[in-house]
């Protein structure tokens, strides 16, 4: 398990799957010839995670699928160390030890596995740090990543002859094919199957590809991958076993919302009721979202506890989608017990969130604890650390000899610990408000009639934000009308320029330069095309668009540039959590730059939008200044009124007042 608030191993799945009535297991033959897979030979399973544990942590675990019929030979690797390589590195196969040595900046791992090391068809490897023996407690700060895993296999996979057979509980990669020309139906069908697979299997490579490439990229797969297909039918949505380019397959057919439906179910592993070849009547609901408190066990984590002198720590990773949306606020009240403080003894512990510190307390006066914490605003990210540590020191500070003996011990409450968040935002528009701007809703747009491309870039679009939700999300295909006067966040894919002005997109879609040089530069001109994965806030809402510009309308690079982004995102080390900003931006010569919508010089379409605003600006002004002649001219004319008066008074005065004189 790679513990980084990138990503958050515990995924709840799919509500049950309703294998009901309607739902009939098919004893019958439905499978054409040749419906089994084709044997396939044990080779080499490359592991694109990898696995970190801390200075002190109890150890770490990466699970690696095993296909049956094939048995592990040999598991390779690298281990690396950051900090001071001072103490031991121990790996493991389902606890039994394959490496122990000192640590080192790097450390190979090669060694042999057997069919006796395989639990639940699946590999558990872990990785522990044992900090060295020390004579004074000190901090710890080194961490062994195990990195470049590799498991070779020997043997012939074997092939599905069931629907739950096809549903191991782990897979390395699913490839969905797309047919040539899609229905709407197959459409939405396939974006919810890729939204189910990377929930199912979030450690599995969901790729999207169309139809003739199929061949290409399953070559490139490991045994034990899968190819799910959805068709288009007008009977009872059914499900069959099949075989695709030397892989397992399962065809999914029906029609309308039933085979959407059918899609989303295949996100639970209550599948493996399905004991026969073929099931028709597949259907699911949607699971609940989840509430605004979730516990640590919520979050997958059973057990919490930290033990010894000097700095032991867990990490807890935690994500907005977590909660079912985004959140402005969050609090954090963690409880537990404690061993006894010996006599002159010290232990603390303190709290972090994203490395800022929330919250520091002595351990003393009983054996259980309560913390409180607020975390502040500007500590709130989309993906966000919860770090716990114990600073323990003995009397005397000797962490060994007698006090290692009876070594400090703090056990959280998982159940009973909280993090309560309250609804609202707390990230500015951008690619960081996602996936959890969605909560469970995700309608997909497009914006123009290439449906095969459109649904092979959505689908991946999809699969990379699934892989960062905590929650199943509703995948739906929408007209373009319906989600542009709607309320809701969503994905527009395949937009034009009329598109991009209709959603007043900060990037239309159109001719445009950058500023900022101490940024980045980058330029596009009349010759230059150009695709652009765009996040903003609109009308309340935020929404993704997908689209490209290229002059004379050539569609062909257009189409190719957005496929390009597309797969960018989806093969990016860290996949959606590496975005920021609010543009992602390439050309057919370059690698995608990531860009703020204020470097880009104002387009004309976005001038445009302004205009009336300038015009209603211009005539307040003009009015303002009429009112303010108006009223000058008033005062002058008023002032020199009542100078004639006074002027007249006087005049008619002065003879009185010389008669008297006389």
């Known amino acids: ?234 009977g009872d949505t059914s499900t069959a076993l099949a075989t695709a380019a030397g892989l397992p397959q399962l065809i999914v057919s029906g029609h309308d919302e039933q085979l959407r439906t059918a899609a989303r179910a295949l996100a639970s592993d209550k599948t493996a009721l399905a004991v026969t070849s073929s099931v028709t009547g597949l259907t699911s609901s949607l699971p609940a979202a989840p509430g605004l408190t979730q516990s640590l066990k919520d979050l997958g984590n059973t057990t919490l506890k930290l033990s010894g002198y000097g700095t032991p720590e867990s990490f807890v990773g935690v994500t907005q989608s977590q909660f079912g949306g985004p959140v402005s606020s969050v609090k954090v009240q963690l409880k537990g017990t404690h061993t006894a403080v010996p006599e002159n003894a010290q232990a603390q512990l303190s709290v972090f969130w994203n490395d800022y510190l929330l919250s520091s307390k002595n351990l003393d006066g009983g054996d259980t604890f309560t913390v409180d914490a607020e975390v502040p605003a500007g500590q709130l990210q989309a993906r966000n650390g919860l770090r716990i540590r114990l600073a323990a020191l003995p009397a005397g500070g000797d962490c060994s000899g007698p006090a290692g003996v009876m070594p400090m011990e703090v056990t959280l409450d998982t159940a009973g610990s909280t993090i309560s968040a309250v609804r609202g935002g707390s990230t500015k528009a951008g690619f960081a408000r996602f996936p959890q701007a969605l909560g469970q809703s995700l309608p997909v747009a497009f914006g123009d009639g290439n449906a095969q491309a459109n649904t092979v870039n959505a689908a991946t679009l999809v699969a990379s934000l699934q892989h960062d939700s905590a929650t199943l999300l509703d995948t739906r295909l929408v007209g373009l009308d319906s989600l542009a006067v709607s309320t809701d966040s969503g994905l527009v894919v395949g937009a034009t320029t009329e598109v991009a002005n209709k959603l007043s997109a900060p990037l239309r879609l159109a001719e445009f330069r950058t500023i900022s040089p101490d940024a980045v530069e980058y330029g596009v001109g009349t010759s230059a095309p150009y695709g652009v994965l765009e996040a903003f806030e609109q009308g309340g809402r935020d929404l993704l668009l997908l689209g490209a510009w290229a002059p004379e309308s050539d569609t062909a690079a257009a189409s190719a540039l957005q496929a390009s982004l597309a797969a960018h995102v989806s093969g990016a080390e860290g996949g959606w959590a590496s975005l920021s900003r609010n543009l992602l931006v390439t050309q057919p010569s370059g690698t995608p730059v990531l860009l703020e919508s204020n470097t880009v010089v104002p387009q004309k379409a976005v001038t445009d939008d302004y205009r009336p605003y300038a015009w209603w600006i211009a005539a307040a002004v003009v009015a303002l200044g009429l009112a303010f002649g108006l009223r000058t001219w008033i005062m002058r004319r008023r002032a020199k009124e009542a100078q004639t008066y006074v002027d007249a008074e006087e005049m008619a005065t002065e003879p009185a007042d010389q008669g008297h004189g006389n």
């Open 1 to 234: 398990m790679h513990h980084t608030p990138a990503r958050t191993r515990s995924r709840p799945l799919a509500a049950g799957i309703l294998l009901a009535c309607a739902a009939t297991l098919a004893f019958s033959a439905v499978t054409a010839p040749g419906a089994h897979a084709a044997p396939t030979q044990g080779s080499a399973l490359q592991t694109s995670s990898s696995v970190s544990a801390i200075a002190g942590q109890t150890e770490q675990t990466l699970v690696v699928p095993v296909t049956a019929g094939l048995e592990p030979t040999r598991i390779k690797g690298a281990i690396t160390v950051s900090g001071k390589t001072e103490g031991t590195v121990r790996a493991t196969i389902n606890g039994r030890v394959i490496l122990e040595a000192p640590a080192a900046a790097s450390i190979p791992l090669d060694a042999a596995v057997t069919g006796a090391d395989v639990a639940g068809q699946q590999l558990t490897v872990g990785l522990q740090f044992i900090p060295p023996t020390q004579t004074m407690c000190v901090v710890a700060g080194t961490t062994a990543t195990l990195n470049n895993l590799a498991v070779e296999f020997s043997g012939t996979a074997k092939a599905p002859t069931t629907v739950g057979e096809f549903f191991p509980a782990a897979v390395p990669a699913v490839v969905l094919p797309v047919p040539a020309d899609p229905g709407s139906d197959v459409s939405a069908a396939i974006m919810a199957a890729a939204a189910a697979m990377s929930q199912r299997y979030p450690d599995a490579t969901v790729s999207v590809v169309p139809e003739t490439e199929l061949p290409a990229r399953a070559a490139t797969l490991p045994a034990g991958s899968r190819v799910l297909s959805v068709v288009q039918d007008q």
